[in-house]
């Protein structure tokens, strides 16, 4: 079974970066697609950005396209979203998750927050 781990949250002021890094066990994230998602206070979680099973097609929500770069790395089995220019309403919980045909898995999340 699947199981998905993120990690690098924390707090950042406006314009700054962070990295997050989803990382697995169990099985391989090649055989995945892998998608990042966010959930801010109040509010429904929303899709971020997303990778395809070959890492060849990638995608982003509006609201971070430029900002946000989604890459896997095979060798450590993880996915990586470089955030850069964040902004305070970037402030959200982030998920990764892994998915193909029914199987479809979530990771517990990691916090970041975007404050002066």
């Known amino acids: 079974q699947l199981q998905l781990v993120e990690s690098g949250g924390g707090l950042v002021q406006p314009g700054g970066s962070l990295r997050l890094s989803c990382a697995a066990s169990g099985s391989t994230l090649d055989f995945y697609h892998i998608g990042w998602f966010r959930q801010a206070p109040g509010k429904e979680r929303e899709g971020v950005s997303c990778?395809?099973?070959?890492?060849?097609?990638?995608d982003y929500s509006d609201s971070v396209r430029g900002r946000f770069t989604i890459y896997r790395d095979g060798a450590k089995n993880t996915v990586t979203l470089q955030m850069n220019s964040l902004k305070p309403e970037d402030t959200a919980i982030y998920y990764c998750?892994?998915?193909?045909?029914?199987?479809?898995?979530w990771g517990k999340g990691t916090l970041v927050t975007v404050s002066s």
């Open positions: 990778i395809v099973v070959s890492g060849r097609s990638t």
């Open positions: 998750n892994a998915h193909w045909g029914i199987m479809d898995y």
